[in-house]
Every structure is written in C-alpha cells, then in structure tokens.
C-alpha cells in the first residue's frame, strides 16, 4: 500500500523543498469547474511540491536593470514540471491514476459557468498550497510558508491515491 511517507521521501528525491497531501474533501467549497475533480474526476488526493527561490537570487533580481530578472527564474518552471511529471510517472507505475499539472497553467479571463471572477486558474496551486497544510495566505494574497516566508514556487498533481492528508497549518 502507498504512504504519504513514500510520496514525500519520492518528490524530495525529485528536488522538492516542501511537500504537502490534501484530500479533495478540502475544495468542497470551490466551484466544480476548479475542484480537483475537474480534471480527474476518480481523485482522492493532491500533492502539491514547491522549491524555494534561492534568497540571494530575489535580493539581487531585477539589478542591474528591471529587464534582468537573474537566477530568480533560472530553470524552476521546467524543474517543478519534470518533478509533478515523474511523480505522476511514479505513482502511474504503482497503479494509481495521476495528472501532472503546469506550473504556469491554463487561465480563464471571463467568468465561465461556475467562475464567476476573471483571470482564474484552471487550477490554484497557491490554494492547493494551503489545502495541503504547507502555510497561509498573506495580507498581500501571496502563498507564505514558515521555512521559506514568499519565496516558494508551486506545481500540483491530482491522483486517485487515497493518501494520509497533512494538517491545515495554524
């Protein structure tokens, strides 16, 4: 049987600074268009993995000039998407149905159905953070961690595995 313990030492394998476990039962609120559902209608938990902007890469973004954006960026949209796609691989091989979502994903600029607010994601990585216990929403609407305050970049994946879910943080 699949341990969330087994997810969590897998995705840090992968590089991952943060792992959390949400069940599903956490988006019943959200219009049925953004539950995890949506996208796998058997799901029954959400791994959500984040690494960490390397502090000294923020302090010195945008220095020399706004256009330079330095190592702030450098390469962590293509890691955070190899990572979900080799844990969906991961647990694909353990017989568990999973979809890998983007980093940067699909947005929705009108109210659709169920949506009724603009430039909403198909689905919130920054909510699925706090489903999954890893921190808080800020007054400024930012995901924060305790380890890492902001500096947190965040990828998703849907599985039906019926794995442990973390506590919501407090």
Same mark, same amino acid.
């Given at each position: 049987m699949l341990t969330s313990k087994a997810v969590k030492e897998k995705a840090r394998e992968l590089g991952a600074d943060l792992v959390g476990i949400a069940p599903v039962s956490r988006w019943e609120n959200a219009p049925v268009e953004l539950r995890p559902q949506a996208h796998l209608p058997e799901a029954k938990s959400v791994i959500v993995l984040s690494i960490h902007h390397p502090d000294a890469s923020v302090?010195? *973004?945008?220095?020399?000039?706004?256009?330079?954006?330095?190592? #702030?960026?450098?390469?962590?949209?293509?890691?955070l998407d190899t990572m979900s796609w080799r844990m969906t691989k991961f647990l694909e091989g353990? *017989?568990?149905?999973?979809?890998?979502?983007?980093?940067?994903? #699909?947005?929705r600029h009108r109210p659709y159905k169920g949506i009724t607010t603009t430039n909403t994601a198909s689905f919130s990585h920054r909510h699925a953070f706090i489903a999954a216990g890893l921190g808080e929403f800020g007054w400024n609407n930012l995901a924060l961690s305790p380890e890492y305050g902001p500096r947190n970049r965040l990828v998703s994946l849907i599985t039906s595995a019926e794995l442990e879910p973390d506590a919501l943080y407090s």
């Open positions: 302090e010195w *973004g945008g220095l020399p000039n706004s256009n330079y954006s330095g190592p #702030f960026q450098l390469g962590m949209i293509p890691k353990l *017989g568990y149905a999973a979809i890998p979502l983007p980093c940067t994903g #699909f947005w």
